[in-house]
């Protein structure tokens, strides 16, 4: 099937930039998202880019997609310690009119003083 | 709009008991979801609907039922909980009338099976 690849952990200083990459292998993938999961809660949607664009900005969230190399990048800039979180990357492929959404295992962000 | 809802917030089963997860959301969402998130594995799809009456299964359906009677409600059932159902459970609602197909979730339940 069709899979979502991110790294598990990374951690930064409060006030630097960071950067969470993920890799999808589904070539029709038309919506990618950022959903953000903050302890003991559930996840919600940070951001999300279509497939016809590389770029999409909004406030301190940068995210990047190369769809000839599937590559995802979400880019905080000045990282605040309550951008500690989970975020999972996802991709929604256009096959078979599936609604399903495939999910990668989820980034922790630490953000240390 | 209170969203998705999911109750309990906690629960301890004993081996063998069963229990019912209930989900319910007030957007009139016709898909729903149920997912299991467990350290390490991310998030795994247990069973989804994409209508009342309508259910099928997910990547992990073994040991969990589902039922699909209201467009509202997408309750879980454990028939005879094992150890290795301790995890913490998700509902998630999507909007399949836009094209960006956003998930809404829960707060989850967090459960252990002793």
């Known amino acids: 099937g069709e899979d979502v690849e991110q790294s598990l952990f990374l951690s930064v200083r409060e006030g630097d930039s960071s950067v969470i990459n993920c890799t999808y292998t589904?070539?029709?993938?038309?919506?990618l998202y950022w959903y953000k999961q903050e302890p003991g809660a559930g996840l919600q949607l940070l951001t999300y880019?279509?497939?016809?664009?590389d770029m999409k900005q909004d406030q301190r969230l940068t995210v990047l997609l190369n769809k000839k190399d599937k590559h995802l990048s979400l880019r905080i800039a000045d990282t605040q310690t309550g951008d500690s979180a989970i975020y999972f990357c996802?991709?929604?492929?256009?096959?078979?009119?599936?609604?399903?959404?495939?999910f990668g295992r989820g980034t922790s962000l630490i953000v240390h003083p | 709009n209170a969203g998705v809802t999911q109750t309990p917030k906690f629960q301890v089963l004993k081996t063998g008991q069963s229990m019912t997860l209930q989900c319910a959301q007030d957007m009139n969402h016709e898909y729903m979801s149920w997912y299991r998130q467990d350290p390490g594995m991310g998030l795994r799809l247990i069973h989804y609907?994409?209508?009342?009456?309508?259910?099928d299964q997910g990547e992990v359906p073994n040991g969990y039922n589902v039922s699909r009677s209201t467009t509202e409600d997408f309750p879980l059932r454990l028939l005879s909980a094992a150890p290795s159902q301790t995890s913490v459970y998700f509902c998630a609602s999507m909007d399949t009338g836009s094209a960006k197909n956003i998930q809404y979730f829960g707060a989850g339940t967090r459960l252990s099976v002793l």
């Open positions: 996802a991709e929604r492929g256009s096959s078979g009119g599936s609604y399903i959404p495939t």
């Open positions: 609907s994409v209508g009342a009456g309508i259910t």
């Open positions: 880019i279509f497939s016809n664009m």
């Open positions: 589904d070539s029709s993938s038309t919506y």
